[in-house]
């Protein structure tokens, strides 16, 4: 083989190999920081990951709102109308979040009794209903209409 050649098949080598090592961290890094959508009824399957980071969304259950007199701290059931869970987040809340409105909130599970969120999401108008929110509950309906 020509040396000219080899060089250039040496050096193409080496640049598809440091490629493809960093799209290997990247894919890494990517799956690492990614939250998974969890509904109530999921929770119930046991499907929510212990430990990790994730988003739990449905609808604030109407009458489950309780704040603190003293701090931040708001307890609130989520339901995707077939299961319910409680929700604790510490801090303020989006303006728009209310009972019976559709919400997002991100965090981890306590054991299996309650979500401490971080974060909380409230959709932004009458006719929003999120994406996830919409087909969670389209599957736990469609669960419930499948059992006997």
């Known amino acids: 083989m020509n ?3 080899r060089r250039r098949l040496v050096a193409i080598s080496v ?12 894919i890494y890094a990517l799956r690492e920081n990614m939250q998974h959508f969890i ?8 499907k929510a990951p212990q430990g990790h980071r994730f988003r739990l969304g449905g609808v604030v259950l ?3 709102v309780q704040r603190s007199a003293d701090s931040l701290q708001v307890d609130f059931v989520v339901t ?15 303006d728009l979040f ?4 559709s919400v997002v909130a991100t965090g981890t599970l306590e054991g299996s009794t309650r979500f401490n969120a971080e974060e909380v999401l409230a959709k932004h108008d ?7 929110v919409a087909d ?9 209409d499948a059992r006997p």
Do not use: C, H, W
């Not at 640049?15 to 990247?26: D, H, K, M, T």
């Not at 209310?98 to 409105?101: A, D, N, S």
């Not at 969670?136 to 419930?144: D, P, Q, R, T």
């Open 3 to 5: 040396p000219t050649r």
């Open 15 to 26: 640049g598809l190999l440091g490629l493809g090592i960093a799209s290997g961290f990247v």
């Open 39 to 46: 509904s109530p009824s999921d929770i119930a399957l046991g």
């Open 62 to 64: 109407e009458g489950s």
């Open 80 to 94: 995707d109308r077939f299961k319910e869970f409680p929700v604790r987040y510490n801090g303020i809340l989006p």
């Open 98 to 101: 209310r009972e019976g409105q």
């Open 126 to 132: 009458e006719n929003y209903m999120p994406a996830e």
């Open 136 to 144: 969670a509950i389209a599957k736990a309906k469609a669960l419930e």
